[in-house]
Antibody, heavy 121, light 110 residues
Framework: EVRLLESGGGVVQPGGSLRLSCAAS????????MNWVRQAPGRGLEWVST????????FYPDSLQGRFAISRDNRGNTVSLSMRRLRAGDTAIYYC??????????????WGQGTLVTVSS | QVVVTQEPSLAVSPGGTVTLTCGSS?????????PYWFQQKPGQAPTTLIY???NKHSWTPARFSGSLLGGKAALTLSGAQPEDEADYYC??????????FGGGTKLTVL
């Protein structure tokens, strides 16, 4: 059974940093790309980042390039999202989602339950 | 800035049929955009219903189907059930591995 468990959410002050993690199980981790998708309160879904199976390729929307960084540990079966210079608009539930292949060019099949990040003073 | 458009809300009667659409502000949606459709119920994480325009996952109810229709991606629900009441999001892929979600359609079954 594929399982994705996010952690690391919480309250952070504007301008601060936070690192989210997603622990994966139930599949051969390094043969799938991994992704982060977020959802602000009462709003729609927004793609945040993708990393391919061997970690050599990362992708971001232009709006987040430079502030967010995705990484993965294929030995520990985890994917992380480092976020810096956080602002109120980054407040959201952050979901970890598995890609359908290793390439990072396919989109998501399985989703975690999400972790809430609140940026507030 | 590309915008992916969906109907904000739709309603369908139990047992009825409804089609949700997904358009792109820069032109027709094609299979090259690899349209995906997701369902999200209140307080829950999204689930993936349709991938690459028409393909279903093992957990996708047979009453859902995906297609291209009039230059848009489409999700058709045939034989709506009360449990299908949810938000539905489409996702299109663009060059440079960019992915853009639509704003979502709130589907009411009444």
């Amino acid at each position: 059974e594929v399982r994705l468990l996010e952690s690391g959410g919480g309250v952070v002050q504007p301008g601060g940093s936070l690192r989210l993690s997603c622990a994966a199980s139930g599949f051969t981790f390094n043969t799938y790309a991994m992704n982060w998708v977020r959802q602000a309160p009462g709003r729609g879904l927004e793609w945040v980042s993708t990393i391919n199976g061997d970690g050599t390729g990362t992708f971001y929307p232009d709006s987040l390039q430079g502030r967010f960084a995705i990484s993965r540990d294929n030995r520990g079966n985890t994917v992380s999202l480092s976020m810096r210079r956080l602002r109120a608009g980054d407040t959201a539930i952050y979901y970890c989602a598995r890609g359908r292949s290793a390439s990072g060019r396919d989109n998501f099949d399985f989703w975690g339950q999400g972790t809430l990040v609140t940026v507030s003073s | 800035q590309v915008v992916v458009t969906q109907e904000p809300s739709l309603a369908v009667s139990p047992g009825g049929t409804v089609t949700l659409t997904c358009g792109s502000s820069i032109g027709a949606v094609t299979s090259g955009h690899s349209p995906y459709w997701f369902q999200q119920k209140p307080g829950q994480a999204p689930t993936t219903l349709i991938y690459d325009t028409t393909n279903k996952h093992s957990w996708t109810p047979a009453r859902f189907s995906g297609s291209l229709l009039g230059g848009k991606a489409a999700l058709t629900l045939s034989g709506a059930q009360p449990e299908d009441e949810a938000d539905y999001y489409c996702l299109l892929s663009y060059s440079g591995a960019r992915r853009i979600f639509g704003g979502g359609t709130k589907l009411t079954v009444l």
